[in-house]
Nanobody, 115 residues
Framework: QVQLVESGGGLVQPGGSLRLSCAPS????????MGWYRQAPGKQRELVAA???????NYANSVKGRFTMSRDGAKNTVYLQMNSLKPEDTAVYYC?????????WGQGTQVTVSS
């Protein structure tokens, strides 16, 4: 079992920034891939960004150039730095981990972009 603890959501004005954090209950080095997903009201959950065990990242087209996913092995935490936020980024953001063929989810953190 892997527990994922997320933090960092909140309310921000358009053009602002937020950083989400996700700390797994096991070593990041034992996790094959981690990702951030989001789900807006009435929409399906979608992949925002992912980072693989060897460090490569990929991003949804809608966030490329604005969002950056990173990991800190010493703190055993992954981050999603979100810049130039837009109202359409409003959603619940979920941390995901894939390990030994299993899929794990965090509890979700709300991000609201509004003036």
């Amino acid at each position: 079992q892997v527990q994922l603890v997320e933090s960092g959501g909140g309310l921000v004005q358009p053009g602002g920034s937020l950083r989400l954090s996700c700390a797994p209950s096991v070593s990041i080095s034992s996790i094959n891939a981690m990702g951030w997903y989001r789900q807006a009201p009435g929409k399906q959950r979608e992949l925002v960004a992912a980072i693989l065990s060897f460090g490569s990242t990929n991003y949804a087209n809608s966030v490329k150039g604005r969002f950056t996913m990173s990991r800190d092995g010493a703190k055993n935490t992954v981050y999603l730095q979100m810049n130039s936020l837009k109202p359409e980024d409003t959603a619940v953001y979920y941390c995901n981990a894939q390990r030994v063929g299993q899929n794990y989810w965090g509890q979700g953190t709300q991000v609201t972009v509004s003036s």
